[in-house]
Nanobody
Framework: QVVLVESGGGLVQAGDSLRLSCVASGRTFSRNRMGWWRQAPGKEREFVAS?????YYADSVKGRFAISRDNIKNTVYLQMNSLKPEDTAVYYCAADPAQSGISSHPESYAYWGQGTQVTVSS
């Protein structure tokens, strides 16, 4: 069982930065693939970034966002720079203990947090 709690969302202006945090339970955190996803109203949940032994990013955020992790703190981060209004969404943290699937497929992740709202104004 893995429990994920996100924080760090808020209301910012275009061009600003935010850092999201996700604290995970469990002693096997370092062996989990961790992912960040987002979902805007009326749209499907979309992949943002993942991290295991390497990182992957959606084309829409590559060069602006950076995913990282601290295995001692059981925390994964998403640093978001140069935010755009189209980044507005609820951002979700997810964990994949098995690391057997494809990073950009939601079915690969067994555990999900409750989400944190990110709103970017023009």
């Amino acid at each position: 069982q893995v429990v994920l709690v996100e924080s760090g969302g808020g209301l910012v202006q275009a061009g600003d930065s935010l850092r999201l945090s996700c604290v995970a339970s469990g002693r096997t955190f370092s062996r989990n693939r961790m992912g960040w996803w987002r979902q805007a109203p009326g749209k499907e949940r979309e992949f943002v970034a993942s991290i295991s032994w390497k990182t992957y990013y959606a084309d829409s955020v590559k060069g602006r966002f950076a995913i990282s992790r601290d295995n001692i703190k059981n925390t994964v981060y998403l640093q978001m720079n140069s935010l755009k209004p189209e980044d507005t969404a609820v951002y979700y943290c997810a964990a994949d203990p098995a690391q057997s699937g494809i990073s950009s497929h939601p079915e690969s992740y067994a555990y999900w947090g409750q989400g944190t709202q990110v709103t970017v104004s023009s």
